[in-house]
């Protein structure tokens, strides 16, 4: 549980703009840790009530109470009816605010549209087709909107975005169960587009939710293994062009580690971000996060503790990837897609040999700056199975447009074959209809010829899974608790199997928790377990 001064810091900083994630976890925490609400409603009117006369903590806390609304449903009538007061004033003000940082329409005529996603430079690019084929529209990005909280704050307002980004299966269920996603198995059936079985499943839990479909896949991706050819070829080592294991790896990751007469590592054999590339050394490992209903957590298993062992063992035991303080004292460069601390820029300065990561680092490995490396990539190296964990995005309509309905030739754009090759055109993943990585152009793109390693992408999709999830817990929770043990298990503070012990029993104290506050997803849970 957060200190009420930790708590409030994070209100101020959200008042000042500064950090509104962290205020809707801050306020997330205590509905989902410490039911203050019910047992002891004079300490939650003194920790929260003080700024409800704030709109960015009104505004999340209506978010908060869309997505969690069991966590006020015992307040009094009287605290009810002050907090619905302050709600609507608060978001009549964040209307104003959003009308006045929004895009503007044009004069031209044409239909507005508005699509709130990251600020990827190459965003703009797959814009500008869109807007050639439907001169009736006009396309734009707004990525100072984009983020869950002020979708969700704005579109139920009134004045959120046309389309909106869903990165996970948590945002889904999120803009699903707040109904600011629209529903779209029918229309999608009616343009004849076939989400379910010709797109990559592993994005599939960011649109579909309860077996209806809420939008469309905008790329996949699974990581892979990058490696320096030149430094491959120094240490007289050879990465395996099939599939090939951990155990092969290690030996030469190991010779690939250069350390310099101080006894101090100059090159590392190989980096890896722990997160998200933990979960696909679980599932390699046969470990699952949840059980296959969804009702337990179980990152406890046997499976899942050998294989956190595993990845531990590379930094301690293997001594091949660097420590978190060893990171620490690297000095990366900024900017979009790896900022300090990130394998991308480590691995652009070439002290790593290899690399953990996905196609779309070529959005950052093709700039001018590391024009000069000679790049190959493999397929990840597997354990007892040979699975990859597979993630992307899905772009989403704003079931409270008013311009929904237009909004859909955006989503027949995402399924067409010119807006796939240019996806994998630009190496920003790979396109989201599978069949668009069986061409020619796609193995080799006469733009780029030194990249001759596109099959791995290919045949790592083929194998990908989605991320895991339960619906009896708030996701992003359940990854904090999660994050908050892979920390101290990667510092080597703590035990593998305690860390993660304490996870699962977190987890499962929330899942009990979220239980006994809400009847119907108790019955959901009793139909499973009977």
Not at 94 to 118: M, N, V
Not at 308 to 330: A, G, H, R, W
């Amino acid at each position: 549980m957060l200190s009420r001064n930790a708590r409030n810091n994070l209100i101020d900083a959200g008042r000042r703009g500064e950090n509104m994630r962290d205020l809707l976890i801050a306020i997330n925490v205590d509905c989902d840790e410490t039911n203050a609400q019910r047992n002891n409603p004079a300490r939650y009117d003194y920790e929260i009530s003080p700024h409800l006369g704030d709109p960015h903590a009104i505004g999340l806390c209506a978010v908060a109470r869309s997505y969690w609304g069991r966590c006020i449903q015992d307040y009094t009538s009287a605290t009810l009816k002050s907090f619905f007061l302050a709600t609507f004033l608060a978001l009549l003000a964040l209307c104003g605010i959003a009308w006045k940082i929004a895009p503007r329409a044009d004069s031209s005529g044409r239909t507005p549209l508005i699509w709130c996603s990251d600020d990827n430079p190459l965003r703009r690019a797959q814009i500008a087709p869109f807007n050639k084929l439907h001169p009736e529209f006009n396309l734009q990005l707004d990525p100072a909107n984009a983020g869950i909280e002020k979708v969700l704050v704005q579109s139920l307002a009134g004045v959120g975005p046309d389309l909106f980004d869903c990165y996970s299966p948590f945002e889904a269920a999120a803009y699903v169960q707040s109904g600011v996603a629209w529903d779209i198995t029918d229309e999608l059936t009616k343009l004849n587009i076939d989400v379910r079985n010709e797109t990559w499943s592993a994005v599939h839990p960011d649109c579909i939710f309860d077996g209806r479909i809420y939008g469309h896949p905008t790329n996949a991706a699974a990581n892979g293994m990058w490696f320096h050819k030149d430094l491959i070829a120094a240490a007289g080592v050879r990465i395996p062009a099939r599939p090939w294991t951990w155990d092969e790896l290690i030996p030469i990751a190991q010779q690939l580690t250069i350390r310099d007469s101080d006894g101090r590592v100059a090159q590392y054999g190989l980096l890896i971000d722990w997160l998200p590339n933990y979960m696909q050394i679980i599932v390699q490992w046969g470990g699952r996060m949840y059980t296959a209903d969804g009702t337990r957590c179980v990152i406890d298993s046997p499976e899942c503790v050998a294989a956190m062992q595993f990845l531990q063992d590379l930094i301690y035991k293997y001594k091949v990837c660097p420590t978190p303080t060893e990171e620490d004292s690297m000095n990366a460069a900024g900017g979009w897609g790896g900022g300090n601390g990130s394998s991308i820029t480590f691995f652009g300065g070439k002290l790593g040999a290899m690399a953990m990561g996905g196609r779309w680092w070529l959005c950052r490995l093709r700039d001018k700056e590391f024009a000069s490396l000679e790049l190959g990539a493999a397929q990840s190296p597997h354990g007892k199975y040979r699975v990859f964990a597979g993630y992307g995005k899905a772009t989403m309509i704003n079931a409270n447009s008013p311009r929904r309905r237009e909004a859909l030739a955006f989503l027949q754009y995402l399924h067409s074959a010119a807006y796939n090759q240019l996806i994998n055109h630009q190496a920003d993943g790979v396109g989201p209809v599978k069949q668009s990585v069986d061409t020619p152009e796609f193995l080799h793109d006469p733009d780029y010829p030194n990249e001759d390693y596109n099959a791995v992408w290919r045949e790592m999709m083929k194998s990908a899974i989605p991320e895991p999830t339960s619906p009896f817990v708030n996701g992003a929770v359940a990854r904090r608790h999660i994050t908050k043990q892979l920390d101290l298990i990667r510092a080597n503070q703590k035990p593998v199997a305690a860390a993660l012990h304490d996870a699962a029993r977190v987890i499962n104290q929330t899942i009990e928790e979220n239980l006994r506050l809400d009847p119907a997803l108790r019955r959901r849970y009793e139909l499973l377990t009977k």
